[in-house]
């Protein structure tokens, strides 16, 4: 493995990382550029990254499906983009979907990959790159997604790109502990530094609780590591990584054990129960013998027969595997304020999106009556996807409520 690790003094290395107690939000210097999703339909959401070659910056997009309920292989048809600045338009183009171009694989059927090119020129302080991406469904008009990038001339200074062995962009803020990786970089002399940290953060508090007073403190890199251009490499410890450490466009990733974002394992499926069970269940499945047992039998006795317990279960780890791929930040997603909502009421009637708030509506239903959670985007240099939930009292009616239905083994909410 072409990884040179070296233990760097913690005088040399030391990091400090905000967090408070309830609501972790790391923190390190220096900040990436800005780079921002905003008004999207409740549908997609976009991740990316870039690489600068010597006249372009190129940007490798993903798409994902928010409702899971679209097949954006499907019924994408194109993505129209524009670079505006100082009221003119810079330039604009069309991407059309070739039908036969198949999604990225580690994201199934679910998302879609697309590459953008912009010259140098374009890239400008207060430039913004803006995408639509165009659908067409059976029946309906045409509709889009649109999206807004701020372009920054420190972009143009990250040449090296991160693909995985497969050659695809490693665009997702997540891998698993056997994934292989390559750093591409036209100068072969060039590494990549990375800080290691293996931080504990706790799953999402309810909604209704009252987040305790933020206590700041301080954690540092346990290692550090220099990637060479070229070479394979597997990041093998769990934990969380500041890929480009030293630079300007600094990110995190988090590297999770296993097949995540799916869950397989024993352990891994007792973990999202936090949400469903009392202290004294969850004392008593962490000290199980058997965990694989426990977690069936924890099912069993909620849906009180074998076939209701499948059902369940397909439906709730199915949910904690979207959760993981939408909401992953320096945590898994199921632990997020979103993918703790996601996991018990499942997915939004309506998402909104305003700024830095992203709002989602439950419409009343037999089911469910309205109900509204509000969720504000924090600052974290480690990712661009930690949001925050508004905590509210009143929610607590509602929460358990909707948590007695699992536990009576209600599948269709």
Known sequence: MAIKALIYSLLLICVSIAISCSQPVPTIPPAAPSKKAVKTTPEVNIQYTWQATQDSLHLHLLFLDYSRVMDLHRTTTSLSYQVSGNKTIVLS?????????????????????????????????????HLKLWQNFAGETSMHSAFKIELQPEMLTKKGLLVTASGEPQIQNHITTSDKLVLQNPDSAVTMAVYYFKPEFSPAIPPMAEPPTANIRTLTPQDTLFVTAQDTFILDREGLYMLWADKPYAKGLLVEPGFFPKVSMANEMLQPLIYLTTSAERDKLFKASDTKSAVDNFWLNVAGEKHLARELIRTYYGRVEHANKLYTSHKPGWATDRGMIYLIYGPPSDISRVAKTETWIYRESEMHPYIKFVFTKKEN???????????????????????????AGITDM
């Open 381 to 407: 240099n480690f990712t661009e996807n930690h949001y925050e939930l508004l905590r509210r009292r009143e929610y607590e009616e509602s929460w358990y409520s909707t948590v007695a239905k699992w536990r």
């Open 93 to 129: 183009d069309t991407i059309l979907i070739d039908k036969q171009e198949r999604p990225l694989h580690h994201v199934s059927d679910e998302g879609i990959y697309l590459k953008v090119s912009i010259p140098h020129l374009a890239v400008a302080a207060g430039n913004i790159l």
